[in-house]
C-alpha cells in the first residue's frame, strides 16, 4: 500500500476539498511561471512591474508588461490544459464542494468550465478604475490615456492585479474555506508568496494535505504527502482516487 492509498483509500470522509493553484498549473498551457529558469521574474524584476510604486514611477512599462500577458493569454497559443480539466470533472462530479483559490491571473479555470473559483490576485482580463474603485472587463490593451467606462475619467485605469504591497483579495472566504476543509491540494505553486504560502498550515490538523509539483517546494514538509509530477500527471494520480473508476 502507498502512502496515497493510505491517505485517500477512505475518501468517504473528504468532503470538503480546497485547492491552492499556482503559475505551474498553468505551465503545461504554455504560459511562463514566475521563479523557475526562464521564469518571468528572470526578465522583468519584481520592482519593475509588480507594485504600487512601480506604476506610479512608470504606468507604461507596467502597462507594457501586463498588455503582453493579457495578448499571450487570448492569443490561439494558449488553452486550459488536462490538469485544469480533471478539476473541473471532479467539481462536476458532485461528489464534494470544491473551491479553486488560484494565484493564477489567467482565465484557464475558467474556461475548462471550473466554477467557484477565487481570484487572489486579481485577473488579467479586468481592469480597475482608480478613480471609482469599480473593476470591468477588459481585452484589449491599456494604456494612460484609457477611459474608465464607469465614470468616463482619463487615465484612471490599472490592471487589476494584486501586486507586491498590496491586500490579496478575498482573504475572509479563504480563511472560512480552509478551516472546513478535509482535503487541502496545492498545485504548482513554489510555496514563495505570502498569504498563500501559509494556507497549508492553517487547515485543520485532521485534513489531509497534498502538494503536486516538479520538484520539491521549501514548504514541502508541511504537507502529508508530495506527488512529484507535473500538474497534469499529478491530477491523473489524484483522480483515480476521487472518482469512481468507470
Ligand atoms: N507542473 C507542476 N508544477 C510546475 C510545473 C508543472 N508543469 N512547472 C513548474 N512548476 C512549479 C515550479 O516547480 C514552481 O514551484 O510551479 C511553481 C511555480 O512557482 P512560481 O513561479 O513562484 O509561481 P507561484 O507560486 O504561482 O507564484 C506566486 O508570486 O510573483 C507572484 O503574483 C505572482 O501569483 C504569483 C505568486
Given amino acids: 500500500m502507498t ?56 504606468p507604461k512599462l507596467v502597462h507594457n508588461f501586463y498588455n503582453q500577458r493579457r495578448k499571450q493569454l487570448l492569443s490561439s497559443e494558449v488553452d486550459f490544459n488536462k490538469a485544469h480539466q480533471i478539476i473541473t470533472e471532479i467539481e462536476d462530479s458532485n461528489l464534494y464542494n470544491i473551491v479553486v483559490i488560484t494565484q493564477n491571473v489567467d482565465d484557464l479555470h475558467e474556461r475548462s468550465g471550473t466554477k ?9 482580463l479586468k481592469t480597475k ?24 475619467e482619463k487615465g484612471t485605469l490599472r490592471p487589476d492585479i494584486v501586486w507586491f504591497g498590496e491586500m490579496p ?14 482535503l487541502f491540494l496545492s498545485i504548482g505553486t513554489s510555496g514563495q508568496v505570502y498569504p498563500a504560502a501559509m494556507f497549508v498550515s492553517t487547515t485543520p490538523s485532521e485534513c489531509i ?13 508541511q504537507f502529508d504527502y508530495s506527488i512529484q509530477e507535473s500538474s497534469s500527471k499529478g491530477m491523473e494520480i489524484l483522480k483515480n482516487y476521487l472518482l469512481p473508476q468507470k
Fill in 3 to 58: 502512502i496515497l492509498d493510505d491517505l485517500l483509500q477512505n475518501n468517504k470522509s473528504i468532503k470538503n476539498i480546497v485547492i491552492l493553484s499556482g503559475a505551474g498549473i498553468s505551465a503545461e498551457s504554455g504560459i511562463r511561471t514566475f521563479r523557475d529558469s526562464n521564469g518571468l521574474w528572470e526578465d522583468h524584476s519584481i520592482e519593475e512591474v509588480a507594485t504600487p510604486e512601480a506604476f506610479q514611477k512608470n
Fill in 116 to 124: 467557484n473559483v477565487i481570484h487572489m490576485h486579481g485577473e488579467l
Fill in 129 to 152: 478604475c482608480t478613480s471609482c474603485n469599480i473593476s470591468s472587463p477588459i481585452d484589449s490593451d491599456l494604456d494612460t490615456q484609457s477611459i474608465c467606462s464607469h465614470c468616463d
Fill in 169 to 182: 483579495y478575498q482573504l475572509n472566504e479563504i480563511e472560512t474555506y480552509l478551516n472546513s476543509a478535509d
Fill in 209 to 221: 494535505k497534498l502538494e503536486i509539483n516538479i520538484e520539491k517546494t521549501n514548504i514541502s514538509n
